[in-house]
């Protein structure tokens, strides 16, 4: 990929050539390619587009960036988030009630980040990450949780079984969207997994992207925008199928999935297949007034934003999410409007936002030059973050939350 990019010209899932336009956010920088002042020349931008499989109903990206130039060197990191901490404490703690473990299971993470969920199994059964990130690997290898530094391929899958024995659990949060060839990526996990086994992720789920607007989770990240029914589809050419679901406040709304080669499918999967159909995910149309909700917010937030500036008011965007690059970037907010935004990741501070390039500090600066505005990028902690701040809103500082409506409170 010389361009360090490629166009899809087919569906990922069913191969169909025919896709359906949904949403141009122009071309930007990768979300998470924060940087320092003396790479601001060589920074790279790319096409960012959303499209409609009117086959199988997946909603996906046109462009795919080149997965070495996303994920090699990665800047986020899971437990910088205490929500997203307790939130996989929580979840570890319902697959072991469900699948009761011990030292002779093997549990396997794609993109296993910093080890902060792998760390919750670790105590019931054997462990084991996989991810691109050697600087992230790193940290979670420091923690004791063996990680192997690669992409998860169905060769990666073969040398894991051939070292460990099968997997009873594999688990792959908020990274099955991030994978262009998702058929390898199943046959691996198909390879890998005992006849018993389960394969369960998260992923953010498209009826969260069309319903709230929050047009921000569109990255180059994120190739697939998941609906409950492209995975099933997904899982049948495979020969596994969805046995649960369950709709998860994390991200927006995510949906956690149960795939396994055997069993009999819970309720919950039809009862949300019915859900989805009925708020016609399987439709363009609610594509198209997906598209018009976004065109509205972003017009909101531009005419707020001015307002406040010509009054003379000083803003800082709360929190660095990938996410919020997005925002940035479409509704083109760079340092004329805010002053600097804060982050609890050591790795992105003292950076500088990508495309934007607004410096990237410490929270502790909110105190100390607290501002009359705060824009709260990390929108999706929302309630977890106005609470620590109580000190901050009580002296004045105004919170605006951008997506899915931009309120000021
Ligand atoms: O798919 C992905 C999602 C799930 O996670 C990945 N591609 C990358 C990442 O996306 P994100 O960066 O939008 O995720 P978060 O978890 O919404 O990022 C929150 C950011 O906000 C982090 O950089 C940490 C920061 N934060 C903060 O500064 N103060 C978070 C909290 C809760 C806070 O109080």
Redesign the pocket.
Same mark, same amino acid.
């Given at each position: 990929m010389q361009k360090g990019f490629f166009i899809r010209r087919t569906c990922r899932i069913c191969g169909s050539p025919k896709f359906l336009p949904v949403l141009t956010l122009g071309s930007m920088p990768p979300a998470?390619a924060f940087l320092k002042k003396a790479d601001f020349a060589r920074e790279r931008s790319f096409p960012l587009t959303l499209v409609f499989c009117p086959r199988c109903t997946l909603a996906q990206l046109r462009e795919v960036v080149d997965p070495k130039i996303l994920f090699a060197h990665y800047t986020?990191l899971t437990n @910088?988030? @205490? !929500?997203?901490v307790a939130h996989f404490t929580h979840y570890a703690k319902e697959v072991i009630r469900r699948y009761p473990l011990s030292k002779k299971d093997l549990v396997v993470e794609i993109g296993s980040n910093d080890g902060t969920l792998l760390l919750q199994f670790k105590k019931s059964a054997r462990v084991v990450g996989v991810d691109p990130a050697k600087n992230v690997a790193a940290i979670a290898r420091k923690k004791g949780i063996p990680t192997e530094v690669a992409f998860f391929t169905v060769t990666r899958a073969r040398r894991l079984k051939k070292k460990y024995g099968s997997a009873t659990v594999v688990l792959a949060n908020?990274v099955f969207a =991030?994978i262009d060839d998702i058929h390898e990526v199943l046959r691996g996990v198909g390879e890998l997994l005992g006849e018993r086994g389960v394969y369960i992720f998260e992923t /953010?789920w498209v009826g969260n992207l069309l319903g709230k607007g929050g047009f921000d989770q569109i990255y180059h990240? /994120?190739l697939s925008y998941f609906s409950l029914h492209a995975l099933s589809y997904l899982a049948g050419l495979h020969g596994m199928r969805v046995v649960d679901v369950e709709l998860v406040h994390m =991200?927006g709304e995510s949906l956690r999935v149960y795939i396994q080669k055997q069993g009999t499918p819970k309720v919950s999967v039809a009862q949300f297949l019915a859900r989805e159909k009925k708020l016609g995910l399987g439709r363009i149309g609610g594509y198209r007034s997906f598209a018009k909700k976004v065109e509205r917010n972003k017009k909101e937030l531009t005419t707020l934003l001015h307002k406040l500036k010509t009054q003379g008011k000083s803003i800082v965007g709360? #929190? @660095? !999410? @990938? $996410? #919020?690059n997005t925002l940035l970037n479409y509704i083109r907010i760079d340092g004329r409007v805010l002053d600097f935004v804060?982050?609890?990741?050591s790795l $992105?501070q003292g950076l500088f936002t990508p495309g934007t390039h607004i410096p990237v500090v410490p929270?502790e600066r909110l105190y100390t030059h607290p501002p009359h505005y705060a824009l709260l990028l990390?929108w999706?902690?929302a309630s977890?973050?106005l609470a $620590?701040e109580k000190k901050l809103r009580t002296e004045g500082v105004k919170f605006i939350i951008p997506v899915p409506k931009v309120k000021v409170i």
């Open positions: 998470n986020y @910088a988030s @205490a !929500p997203l908020n =991030h /953010h990240e /994120h =991200h709360y #929190g @660095a !999410p @990938a $996410k #919020g804060t982050d609890t990741t $992105k929270p990390s999706n902690y977890a973050i $620590k």
